[in-house]
C-alpha cells in the first residue's frame, strides 16, 4: 500500500533545530516531487518546501527561506527538512506531500502523510 510516513516532530525551544523525514513507500512515487506543508490551528495551509525527483530543484515558502533546507536520500524514497533557527510561529502540524510539481505547490497533492506536531516554546 503507498504511504507517506513523517516522523522526527517534537517540542524545541525557539532558535533550535529538528529535523523532519517522510519515508514514500509504494511504486506510485516515483517520478513524484515531494515536499512539505503545514497548518497551524486556526490558520490556512501554508507551503513550505518542495524538492524535485531530481533532488535538484527545490522551492521554498517566504516564511521558512534561509532557515529550512529540504533534501532527499539518493534512493529517492526519503525527504528530509531540516529546521534551523526556529521560531515560534513555525508551530504546527507538518505535512509530508507528493505530486508533479505544478499540483503539489498548489496544495492539492494526491498524496499526504499522516502529519506530526512540530511545537516551538518561546
Known amino acids: 500500500q503507498a504511504q507517506l510516513v513523517e516522523s522526527g516532530g517534537g517540542l524545541v525551544q525557539a532558535g533550535g533545530s529538528l529535523r523532519l523525514s517522510c519515508v514514500a513507500s509504494g511504486r506510485i512515487f516515483s517520478g513524484l516531487d515531494m515536499g512539505w506543508f503545514r497548518q497551524a490551528p486556526g490558520k490556512e495551509r501554508e507551503f513550505v518546501s518542495s524538492?524535485?525527483?531530481?533532488?535538484?530543484?527545490?522551492q521554498y515558502g517566504d516564511s521558512v527561506k534561509g532557515r529550512f533546507t529540504i533534501s532527499r536520500d539518493g534512493a529517492k524514497t526519503t525527504v528530509y527538512l531540516q529546521m534551523n533557527s526556529m521560531k515560534p510561529e513555525d508551530t504546527a502540524v507538518y505535512y509530508c506531500?507528493?505530486?508533479?510539481?505544478?499540483?503539489?505547490?498548489?496544495?492539492?497533492?494526491?498524496?499526504w502523510g499522516q502529519g506530526t506536531q512540530v511545537t516551538v516554546s518561546s
Open positions: 506531500v507528493a505530486d508533479r510539481a505544478p499540483v503539489l505547490e498548489s496544495g492539492y497533492s494526491r498524496y
Open positions: 524538492i524535485s525527483w531530481s533532488g535538484d530543484s527545490t
